[in-house]
């Protein structure tokens, strides 16, 4: 919408302006250095668009359009004293036609924006009945090496429980050229299966940069989880989303994710691993929501021993949230991963190479009941099966989540 507004004013300052003796024509401070500098304000890269915005003044605009156009942006880089002076400027220099005089008068009233940097927070709280905490096994049964049926003991069976979740997140700007922070923290307490409690803890940053007409974001990541009150794993992760400068549809985009984890168990022997992803992403916006696809593979390489050594797989996942009604917001998200294991996962006892299938539907509601405060109402069902049976197991989730934004 501002840059609509943009677009109006110049054409409006150019016509006021056309009566008025134009100087010697200078190079022009052009087009390209005025979008460079709005998608660098968009972008959240603020030096960017400064030096975008320098090299537009270095450049000599003469036209009452440029001078304008230098104005607003030093108004959107918060350029308080700056932009008054251009305005003044163009007032005394173009004598701008009524509705031009007007609209910079709104502006000074206004005032310039804020170039404080942005920080963003959230706090939820969360009760919930989970079917199977413990991922227990859904055949109480297993075949060993010789095909001699065994019972299972009662802690690999479905173990069911009331849990309650408290979490946190923050983001903040790190500086000017829109590098972003982010800490995430998740508590998780089962009223009687603690030893299936967590706590996770993950931060990092993002460096958005451009190359040539594609838009990148490279983040760098790393994260803390406990598992019944023990450190139970390590994981650290790089990632670069890319934009690609493609001709889609109105409302559509498109990325691509290049990642590379490495994962380490801290109570586990052998099954540190690092894994490879690339993922394409297809979003479309719509006036009430949005939907997103996105089809990854992934190659997961262990460091050591692991049982059933690597493996190779693909993810799909389709995400879709809208508004239903009023404050009423309706979300649904479904996944499928497949996994191909590289060797037989335990001769002499299990002679088989693991294949994992596992699907995840989930369906929320969510309804806004004051300002930045919601309530969300959650269901969320897993089902993994595989070819090896103390592997598959089947949950069902269900939970309510009261959850407060700031900033």
């Known amino acids: 919408m501002k840059n609509v507004l943009f677009v109006l004013l110049s054409l409006l300052l150019a016509v006021g302006g056309q009566a008025q003796e134009a100087p010697a024509p200078a190079a022009p401070a052009g087009p390209d250095l005025y979008m460079e500098a709005m998608r660098a304000l968009g972008e959240g890269r603020?030096?960017?668009a400064t030096e975008a915005l320098d090299r537009m003044i270095a450049a000599g605009p003469e036209s009452?359009?440029?001078?304008l156009d230098l104005a607003m942006l030093q108004c959107s880089l918060g350029r308080s004293a700056e932009a008054l002076a251009l305005f003044t400027r163009i007032e005394a220099q173009f004598d701008p036609p009524p509705g031009v005089r007007q609209l910079i008068e709104e502006q000074r009233r206004q005032g310039c924006r804020n170039s404080q940097r942005v920080r963003l927070w959230s706090v939820q709280a969360q009760r919930g009945y989970d079917s199977n905490v413990n991922q227990g096994a859904a055949n109480p049964e297993f075949a060993a090496g010789d095909g001699t049926p065994l019972q299972l003991l009662p802690e690999y069976l479905p173990r069911a429980d009331h849990y309650t979740v408290v979490a946190g997140d923050y983001l903040a700007d790190l500086n000017e050229r829109g590098d972003i922070g982010f800490v995430q923290v998740h508590l998780r307490r089962n009223d009687h299966v603690s030893d299936y409690d967590t706590l996770s803890?993950?931060?990092g940053v993002e460096h958005p940069w451009r190359a040539g007409g594609w838009r990148m974001r490279s983040v760098a990541l790393g994260g803390l989880l406990t598992l019944g009150g023990q450190l139970y794993q390590e994981q650290a992760q790089l990632q670069l989303r890319a934009t690609p400068p493609l001709a889609l549809p109105k409302n559509v985009d498109f990325a691509l994710l290049g990642g590379v984890g490495y994962s380490h168990y801290r109570t586990l022997s052998n099954f540190n691993a690092a894994t490879l992803e690339l993922r394409g992403i297809l979003g479309y916006r719509a006036r009430r929501g949005w939907g997103q696809a996105s089809l990854g593979y992934l190659d997961d390489r262990a460091t050591g021993t692991r049982p059933g050594g690597d493996r190779a797989g693909w993810n799909v996942r389709m995400l879709v949230r809208g508004n239903l009604a009023g404050a009423?917001?309706?979300?649904?998200?479904?996944?499928?991963?497949?996994?191909?294991?590289?060797?037989?996962y335990s001769p002499g006892l299990i002679d088989v190479?693991?294949?994992?299938?596992?699907?995840?539907?989930?369906?929320?509601?969510?309804?806004?009941?004051?300002?930045?405060?919601?309530l969300v109402l959650e269901w969320r069902a897993t089902r993994n099966h595989e070819n090896i049976s103390i592997f598959q197991y089947d949950s069902r989730q269900v939970s309510l989540n009261w959850r407060w934004e700031g900033r």
């Open 64 to 67: 009452p359009a440029q001078w």
């Open 201 to 203: 803890l993950l931060g």
């Open 46 to 48: 603020m030096a960017d």
């Open 328 to 344: 009423l917001d309706g979300e649904l998200d479904w996944s499928r991963q497949r996994w191909h294991g590289d060797s037989a």
């Open 353 to 374: 190479t693991r294949q994992q299938r596992t699907s995840t539907a989930r369906a929320a509601l969510s309804y806004g009941f004051a300002a930045n405060q919601s």
